[in-house]
């Protein structure tokens, strides 16, 4: 079992598709290396459903955390998703940027 405790901190807007095969990317890729992790989106009210759409397809899953913060900043929302962030090991992550298969192997320290 894993000792790695990770948040996982995805600034976004108006970028629904892309989101949701990044989010399923990660707890599939996360989950293998059985690693303790929260992923906080934080979003600025998107206008093409983002939020429903997460919160749809994710109500279940405790570990998803979606924000929303008025200023429509990418340091302002990746500073409030690490101010809300509850482990000490975070992962400022792009919408856009979708992590190897190794790539928690290495961030794990193997």
């Known amino acids: 079992m894993s000792s790695l405790e990770l948040s996982i901190i995805i600034p976004t807007w108006?970028?629904?598709?892309?989101?949701?095969?990044l989010i399923r990317l990660l707890k599939v890729k996360i989950e293998k290396y059985k690693i303790r992790y929260e992923i906080i989106i934080c979003d600025s009210f998107s206008e093409d459903g983002s939020q429903l759409?997460?919160?749809?397809?994710f109500k279940k899953d405790k570990k998803i955390n979606y924000r929303n913060?008025?200023?429509n900043?990418?340091?302002?929302?990746r500073n409030h998703g690490i101010k809300y962030s509850k482990y000490d090991n975070i992962l400022l992550l792009d919408d856009d940027c979708f992590p190897v298969e190794k790539f928690f192997k290495i961030l794990q320290g193997y």
């Open 14 to 21: 108006n970028r629904k598709k892309k989101l949701v095969k």
């Open 53 to 57: 759409l997460v919160q749809n397809l």
């Open 69 to 71: 913060i008025k200023k």
């Open 73 to 77: 900043n990418i340091a302002a929302k």
